[in-house]
């Protein structure tokens, strides 16, 4: 076998032609260093994205709508101390999430993705299942982002003064415009746009922080008031349908940890990034760590200040989350700034939403066409969609993506607004379902690391901790999750009849999934991967040199560095930070 020959494994057939053929394509190492520098019309993708890119965009991807917002509807169905317990329990498999994803993507950076793993280490059905319901995720997502936006600007403007249509075009223009000008600038400015939200987020977590110590303008020191009166858990009570008691606690408290995983969806696409990361070895663990720090700390400070400031049956926080809107009137901590009678900051908190949501699309848009140029490249797609510009953009895949964003227009009108949030019911399943597969190739990883008779700890550059048992846990608590979405459908009363289109939109995502892997096993043919079979080391050799000639490069720049103040403060104490 050449050194440079990759080995595919999904299986080639007759009617596959319309399809990379994974026979005949010629390897190279993934993120785009290119060894066939005289082939005519060779691109790849850029490695162009440095540690600080990787690690903003992923915290970018996670922080957002979903925090500011979300954990109001989270905070008024079950009550300050089940917020606090479900998302710091989600936080820690989110954690075990990105350390798996991180000890694979570091032995092998490869532009396939998630995918690429599942086909290599477990089923090629798997590649493929995985890869597509990744990828209806966030062609589905970023639409929904920029209709997210364009509601947020009626804080200001009207739907009646401005159709939301001019807003969903004028966003989906900048958003596409970035995406196609190439993942340096695309990084720099994910860069800022994300350390603005850390910045914002530190800002209100002062902010609740001095209020509930009581030095807003009431001076009303709040401490833990609100979970003694009126409680740390709430009785179940949504959609005409009451359970009291610890049932009905406990029925709030699996609401909210469905509720915390949607927030967290997002942190994985680190993994995404992998193909175009700089030195990715060393970059994709620092991020995976950082972010999981940076993460947990804005959400589950946030929650438990929350609980603080915010009692869950607020006037102003029950009518803002039954409202719906996505403004700053539904955020919890706008009741919290308003019960405090602080002057101006809704606005702030209104545009920094506004900010939040364009990130969040920007990067939603770049997650998905990376993820359908990793499907091409994986051979389960059309061969046209790996093709890439000079400057690394898979032009093809992001016409797609931006086609799908067309799909925010079905907002424009109300009635099909309706429509569209059970489109998105449907397809957030996907997003957990995506974890789940990340964990299962990872314990599937270490048995073929075990059976090729390496050692985690003296071949893998990146190990990740409380192996092998904290997959296997994260994996089951992800399967329980996803069993009990929407759960509620099936509580059935006078007052509570069955909902058809919410069981129908809410588990509809698990039995296409299984068709997806099943239905290939049948028509490919197939076979799983069997550990001492798996394919540990083509490609390796390229990847090794990669680094090699990085690693040569950046000690030629040392020698001769003088790195100002300013620098050194940056890398010893605001680089843990941003």
């Known amino acids: 076998m050449e050194k440079n020959q990759e080995v595919d494994l999904i299986p080639s057939s007759s009617a596959s032609s319309r399809f990379v053929d994974s026979a005949s394509k010629e390897s190279l190492p993934y993120g785009g260093v290119d060894y066939f520098p005289d082939k005519p019309g060779r691109h790849e993708l850029k490695r162009d994205l440095k540690a600080r890119h990787v690690s903003m965009i992923a915290i970018g991807g996670a922080v957002g709508t979903g925090l500011i917002i979300g954990t109001g509807a989270a905070l008024a169905t079950a009550g300050p101390g089940s917020i606090l317990i479900a998302y710091t329990f989600v936080g820690l498999i989110v954690y075990f999430v990105m350390c798996a994803l991180g000890e694979m993507a570091t032995y092998l950076p490869m532009s396939k993705g998630f995918a690429g793993y599942a086909t290599r280490f477990v089923d090629p059905a798997l590649g493929f299942a995985v890869g597509y319901t990744y990828l209806l995720k966030y062609l589905i997502v970023t639409p929904n982002q920029l209709t997210a936006g364009a509601l947020v600007l009626q804080y200001w403007v009207s739907r009646e003064t401005v159709n939301p249509g001019v807003w969903i075009t004028v966003f989906l223009v900048i958003i596409v415009s970035i995406n196609y000008l190439g993942v340096k600038f695309f990084g720099e400015l994910e860069f800022w746009l994300s350390a603005l939200k850390v910045v914002t987020m530190i800002g209100l977590i002062l902010v609740l922080l001095v209020i509930a110590l009581g030095g807003a303008p009431t001076h009303d020191r709040l401490g833990f008031r609100y979970y003694h ?9 949504q959609s005409g349908l009451t359970i009291g008691g610890p049932t009905g606690q406990f029925f709030s408290f699996v609401m909210v940890l469905v509720t915390a995983v949607f927030a967290y969806l997002g942190t994985e696409l680190v993994g ?15 991020a995976i760590k950082l972010t999981f720090y940076r993460i947990l700390v804005f959400y589950v400070f946030s929650v438990l200040l929350l609980g603080m400031c915010v009692p869950y049956n607020d006037p102003l926080l029950l009518f803002a989350t039954s409202s719906a809107t996505t ?13 405090a009678k602080i002057p101006i900051l809704p606005d702030i908190i209104n545009g920094a939403i506004l900010l939040f949501v364009l990130s969040a699309a920007n990067s939603d848009l770049y997650i998905a066409t990376r993820t359908l140029y990793g499907i091409a490249k994986d051979g389960n797609c059309f061969k046209i969609f790996t093709r890439t510009t000079k400057r690394g953009i898979p032009i093809y895949c992001l016409i797609v993506a931006a086609l799908f964003c067309c799909l925010a227009y079905m907002n424009v009108a109300s009635s099909s607004a309706t429509v569209f949030k059970y489109f998105v019911n449907l397809v957030t399943i996907f997003g957990i379902l995506t974890w789940i597969s990340i964990l299962y190739t990872h314990i599937c990883f270490m048995k073929a690391v075990e ?3 390496m050692s985690r700890k003296a071949d893998l550059v990146y190990r990740a901790p409380f192996q092998p048992y904290a997959s296997y846990i994260a994996m089951g608590f992800c399967i329980l999750i996803a069993l009990i979405k929407n759960i509620e459908v099936f509580f059935v009363t006078d007052t509570h009849p069955f909902n058809a289109a919410v069981f129908v939109t809410g588990y509809l995502g698990i039995p296409i999934y299984l068709i997806m892997i ?23 050799v390229d990847i090794d040199r990669e680094e090699e000639l990085f690693l040569a490069q950046q000690a030629e720049k040392a020698k001769h560095a003088n790195p ?4 050194k403060l940056y890398h010893n104490a605001f680089g843990w930070i941003f």
């Open 229 to 237: 009166n009126p409680g740390a858990f709430k009785d179940y009570s």
């Open 272 to 286: 995404v990034t992998v193909g175009e990361a700089e030195n990715p070895r060393r970059n994709i663990p620092r």
């Open 327 to 339: 403004s700053a009137n539904a955020s919890p901590f706008v009741v919290a700034i308003i019960n």
């Open 451 to 453: 059976a090729h008779g």
């Open 518 to 540: 099943f239905g290939y096993k049948f028509v490919m043919k197939s076979k799983r991967v069997l550990p001492a079979e798996a394919d540990m080391h083509s490609i390796k």
């Open 564 to 567: 100002s103040f300013l620098e």
